[in-house]
C-alpha cells in the first residue's frame, strides 16, 4: 500500500519511532552547477514559529540540489544540519522526503523540512525552520530529575514517564516566540486522565511548555486489558444488531467461548466494556490495564438495550475504517492495520467526583491506543444527554489517530484548532460516506432537545453551536488572532494557565476556532455565499464533498508540520489541489474562494502558479530538431499554439494543442532559433527550440 507518514518522536498523541538517519545534509555544500542558490524560490515565512513554504512549481530543480545546498537556501551555516528520517512516494508518483532540523548536533523539536518532487523536480517545500539560534547548550539535565520536577507538578500518583530527550523548542507567548534549551518528556497518570508533554529548560530548570496530550470533548486516554487469549479459535460472523441511533445494523462479531462478542477480526475492530476500567498498573504494553470486560450474547445478533450504545460504536468503526480504505488507501490509523480498540462507559470524572460520561476521546500514547467513549452522565445525573457514541463523533475520535500519525498537529492555538477540525473534517466525511441521513452537525442526537438544542457543532454554520457547551465557533480568521472576539466568537490564540499550570482558555481556543477550518471545508463541498466578519463578499460553488476530503486528507498527510497555523493549511490545500486537479482548475478556483470567506488569502487564482505548473506539464522534443518534425506533449488541458522567430515574427499561425503527444511540421522552415507559444486556459508558456536542417 502506497502511503505518507512523517515518522516523528512523539508524545501523547504519536507514536515512537527509532529511524537511524542515513543521510546528513550539512548547512554550507558547494557543487560545481551552473545553477546558483540565488536561483532558487524565495521562501515565505508564514509565522514567528517559522513556518514557511516555497513554490518549485515549473522551476526544474532537482531535489538533489536543494539537498546539497538546502542550509545555505535557509540562510543557515554549517551548525545548522538536516537528517533524512522518511521517503515515500504517494498514490499520484510524488516523492515526499522529510528532514529533521539539528543545531549543533541538539535537535530543533518540530522543525521538519518537507521536500515534494515528481520525476526527480521539485514541486514545493515547506516546513518549519528557526535560523537565529543563539543559545547555551552544555548544560542538560538528568532523566530523574525531569521526572521529581514533572512529579512535583502534576501531584498525581501512578506517573509513567517516557520519551525523555533534550531538545531546542519553541515557546509561543503573548511577548513572541523564545527558544531554550530543554529536557522533553512525557507524563502520563492515566487512572486520572491527565497527561502531558513537558519541556523543562535546562538552565532554570523551569516548566516553560507544558502541551496537554489527552483531549476531552471528543478526545481523551482508556485502557485495556490483557486477558484477551481464548481457548477457541476466533470466527467471524455476520450480525444484525441493534444500535443507539441508528436501528439496526449489519455488523460483525465472533465466537468465544460459546458466545458472541463485539469483535471483527477481519477489519481489526475489537469493542469492550470500560465500566470497571480503573488506569491502574504502571507497566503497559500496548494494551489497556484494569476489569475490562466483554460485551457477550448467545445469540450473534445483538439487541438488549444495554448493548446498544458498544454497538454502535463496533459500527461506527467499521465505517470509519472502511472509509479511510476506500477513500484514502489507508488501512487503520497508522496504515500498518494495528488494532482498533474502542471502549464504551467509561468515568471522565476526577476521584470523588459525581460519574461523568458526556465526553469521548482517543489516546496514543507510551503504546497504548484507543478511543473512549461515555454515557452521557451529567454530574451522575441521566436525562441531559445520550451515550457519546454517534457516528461522526466516534469518527472524530478515530481521525484524532491519523492526526497524530501524520501531521501531528500540536495541540494549542492554531495548530490545535486545525487538529480538532481535521477530526470533524473527517468525522463528517466518514457520516457522509455511510450516507444514513448525513448533516454537516456534529453529535446530533446526544443532547437531549429538552435543553434547547439537539447537536454539539454546526460544520455548516459555526456561529449556531449552542452557547451553555461554549460550542459557538467563529466562521471567519481575523486579522489579529491573539485578539479574543477579533471576529465573533475567535478565541485569543495564546495558551493561559492557572497556579496549576492547568490551560484557562482551551489550549489557545482549539475546539473554539477550528470552527473556522470546518466552515472552509463545508464551503470547499456544499458551497455558500455571503459576507464574512472582516467584510469579505464570497461566493462558493461547491465541488463535492468526495473532492474535498481528497484535498483535505493530502493537504494533512502530506504538507502540514507540528506547528502549521491556519495559513499554512491554506497554502498546503493549493498544493494539494495542484497535485490532484490542477493549479487552475476549478477545484483550485473554489478552493480560494472558500478559504477567502473565512477570511484567508484574496480569493484568486495565482497567474504564477498556473503558468508553473502548465509549464511542468508541457514537454517539447526533440529539441534541436532535426528532421522537420518535433513533438509537443501536453499533459494539462487543450489549447492552441503558435511559433515566433528569434525577431518575433509569427512563421506559424494558431493552431489547435490537443491533450497528449501533438506531432508538428515544420519542414521548409529555415534553420535558426524559434519560440513555441502555447495558450492553454489563457496562461502563456513560451518554449525555445533550435531546428536545423
Same mark, same amino acid.
Given at each position: 500500500m502506497k502511503k505518507t507518514v512523517i515518522l516523528i518522536k512523539t508524545l501523547i498523541f504519536s507514536f515512537t519511532v527509532g529511524v537511524t538517519p542515513f543521510l546528513v545534509v550539512k548547512g554550507q555544500k558547494k557543487q560545481n552547477v551552473e545553477l546558483t542558490v540565488k536561483d532558487l524560490p524565495k521562501k515565505i515565512t508564514t509565522s514567528a514559529l517559522g513556518n514557511f513554504s516555497a513554490d518549485f512549481n515549473g522551476k526544474n530543480i532537482s531535489s538533489e540540489y536543494l539537498i546539497n545546498h538546502l542550509g545555505e537556501w535557509l540562510g543557515g551555516n554549517n551548525d545548522h544540519t538536516f537528517?533524512?528520517?522518511?521517503t515515500s512516494v504517494d498514490e499520484l508518483g510524488i516523492k515526499h522526503s522529510s528532514y529533521q532540523h539539528y543545531y549543533k548536533n541538539v535537535k530543533v523539536a518540530d522543525e521538519l523540512i518537507l521536500l515534494h518532487e515528481k520525476d526527480g523536480l521539485l514541486?514545493? @517545500?515547506? =516546513?518549519?525552520?528557526?535560523?537565529?539560534?543563539?543559545?547555551?547548550?552544555?548544560?542538560?539535565?538528568?532523566?530523574?530529575?525531569i521526572e521529581s520536577i514533572v512529579s512535583k507538578d502534576m501531584k498525581l500518583p501512578n506517573i509513567t514517564f517516557a520519551e525523555f530527550e533534550n531538545v531546542i523548542t519553541k515557546v509561543l507567548s503573548d511577548r513572541g516566540v523564545k527558544l531554550y534549551s530543554a529536557s522533553t518528556i512525557n507524563a502520563l497518570a492515566l487512572k486520572n486522565l491527565k497527561g502531558y508533554t513537558y519541556y523543562v529548560d535546562n538552565a532554570s530548570k523551569n516548566i516553560v511548555k507544558k502541551l496537554e496530550k489527552i483531549h476531552h470533548h471528543n478526545n481523551?486516554?482508556? *485502557?485495556?486489558?490483557?486477558?484477551?487469549?481464548?481457548?477457541?479459535?476466533? @470466527?467471524?460472523?455476520?450480525?444484525?444488531?441493534a444500535t443507539f441511533y441508528k436501528g439496526n445494523q449489519q455488523i460483525t462479531v465472533d465466537s468465544y467461548n460459546g458466545l458472541y462478542r463485539l469483535k471483527d477480526n477481519a477489519r481489526n475492530i475489537y469493542t469492550r466494556d470500560g465500566t470497571n476500567w480503573d488506569g491502574g498498573g504502571n507497566t503497559f504494553t500496548g494494551e489497556f490495564t484494569g476489569t475490562i470486560t466483554e460485551y457477550t450474547s448467545a445469540s450473534p445478533n445483538f439487541t438488549a438495550n444495554d448493548t446498544k450504545p458498544p454497538v454502535e460504536v463496533h459500527w461506527a468503526m467499521s465505517k470509519a475504517?472502511?472509509?479511510? @480504505?476506500?477513500?484514502?488507501?489507508?488501512?487503520?490509523?497508522? =496504515?500498518?492495520?494495528?488494532?482498533?480498540?474502542?471502549?464504551?462507559?467509561?468515568n471522565f470524572a476526577p476521584a470523588n467526583q459525581p460519574a461523568s460520561g458526556i465526553n469521548a476521546a482517543a489516546v496514543d500514547v507510551q503504546g497504548i491506543v484507543g478511543m473512549v467513549y461515555g454515557n452521557g452522565l451529567y454530574q451522575g445525573q441521566a436525562g441531559y444527554f445520550n451515550p457519546f457514541v454517534a457516528l461522526d463523533v466516534a469518527g472524530h475520535e478515530y481521525s484524532h489517530l491519523i492526526v497524530s500519525r501524520t501531521a501531528n498537529l500540536a495541540y494549542q492555538g492554531e495548530s490545535g484548532a486545525l487538529n480538532e477540525s481535521f477530526a470533524d473534517i473527517f468525522g463528517a466525511s466518514i457520516e457522509f460516506y455511510t450516507n444514513i441521513s448525513p448533516?454537516?452537525?456534529?453529535?446530533?442526537?446526544?443532547?437531549?432537545?429538552?435543553?434547547?438544542?439537539?447537536?454539539?457543532?454546526?460544520? /455548516?454554520?459555526?456561529?449556531?453551536?449552542? *452557547?451553555?457547551?461554549?460550542?459557538?465557533?467563529?466562521?471567519?480568521?481575523?486579522?489579529n488572532p491573539t485578539v479574543s472576539g477579533s471576529t465573533q466568537y475567535w478565541a485569543s490564540t495564546?495558551?493561559?494557565?492557572?497556579a496549576n499550570g492547568e490551560t484557562t482558555n482551551d489550549h489557545g481556543g482549539v475546539h473554539t476556532n477550528s470552527g473556522v477550518g470546518n466552515y472552509w471545508f463545508y464551503?470547499? /463541498?456544499?458551497?455558500g455565499s455571503g459576507t464574512n466578519d472582516i467584510g469579505n463578499n464570497f461566493n462558493v460553488t461547491g465541488i463535492t464533498i468526495q473532492k474535498a476530503e481528497k484535498i483535505a486528507y493530502r493537504t494533512l498527510a502530506n504538507y502540514l508540520t507540528a506547528n502549521s497555523q491556519f495559513i499554512d493549511a491554506y497554502n498546503a490545500s493549493k498544493q494539494a489541489v495542484t497535485d490532484l486537479y490542477g493549479a487552475n482548475g476549478n477545484e483550485q478556483l473554489q478552493n480560494v474562494k472558500a478559504w477567502y470567506a473565512v477570511g484567508i488569502g484574496n480569493g484568486l487564482l495565482s497567474t504564477s502558479e498556473i503558468k508553473n505548473k502548465i509549464e511542468n506539464q508541457l514537454a517539447v522534443y526533440p529539441n534541436p530538431v532535426k528532421n522537420g518534425i518535433f513533438t509537443i506533449e501536453n499533459n494539462s488541458s487543450e489549447g492552441i499554439y503558435e511559433i515566433y522567430d528569434a525577431s518575433g515574427k509569427l512563421i506559424k499561425n494558431s493552431d489547435k494543442l490537443q491533450k497528449g503527444n501533438?506531432?508538428?511540421? @515544420?519542414? =521548409?522552415v529555415e534553420k535558426g532559433v524559434y519560440f513555441v507559444k502555447i495558450n492553454i486556459e489563457g496562461s502563456i508558456v513560451s518554449k525555445k527550440i533550435v531546428i536545423e536542417k
Open positions: 537528517n533524512l528520517i522518511n514541486t514545493f @517545500v515547506n =516546513g518549519e525552520y528557526t535560523n537565529d539560534i543563539d543559545i547555551p547548550l552544555g548544560q542538560i539535565l538528568d532523566k530523574s530529575e481523551i486516554n482508556v *485502557a485495556e486489558a490483557s486477558s484477551l487469549k481464548t481457548m477457541k479459535p476466533l @470466527v467471524d460472523t455476520p450480525s444484525t444488531s475504517h472502511d472509509y479511510y @480504505v476506500s477513500r484514502h488507501n489507508r488501512n487503520s490509523y497508522d =496504515g500498518n492495520g494495528s488494532i482498533i480498540r474502542n471502549y464504551y462507559n467509561v448533516n454537516w452537525t456534529i453529535g446530533e442526537g446526544i443532547p437531549n432537545p429538552a435543553l434547547g438544542f439537539t447537536f454539539l457543532r454546526s460544520m /455548516s454554520n459555526p456561529n449556531s453551536g449552542p *452557547a451553555i457547551l461554549g460550542s459557538q465557533q467563529p466562521d471567519t480568521y481575523p486579522t495564546i495558551p493561559t494557565y492557572n464551503l470547499l /463541498s456544499a458551497g501533438n506531432k508538428i511540421n @515544420v519542414t =521548409g
